[in-house]
């Protein structure tokens, strides 16, 4: 269960190639500093820092529509508190994401809000204003 066959379903699907296309798009993909040990709120509503506890991870990626999924992963930086931070700039809009830990998908218990994916599991969403 990948995002490369979602990806395939949104670029075969005209009503939703031009909801992706819209999103990725416009979509801002550039890495910023943080502070280790800290969490970033977004400032402006396109400066957005995403967080996954996993202290015995050896690799977490941040993967999205933003990313076109698995295309183009975001590795994330571990802090000494076993955090993993990745902070970039997103277009306003409604983003789907999943992080990729150690090679295996996992949802963002942080995220209140979710929804389903063609592959039995959930998406994590995050507006930007």
Partial sequence: ???RAFVHEIKNNPARRSIAGATTDKT????KQTTPGTKTMPSNGRNQTFIFAAPSAKTVQLVGDFTEWEQRPIAMKKGADGVWKATLDL???EHFYRF???GQWRDDPECMQC???PYGSKNAVRQVA
């Fill in 28 to 31: 801002r993909m550039t890495q």
């Fill in 1 to 3: 269960m990948g995002g």
């Fill in 100 to 102: 990729l830990v150690d």
């Fill in 91 to 93: 277009a306003p809009g």
């Fill in 115 to 117: 929804k389903p994916n």
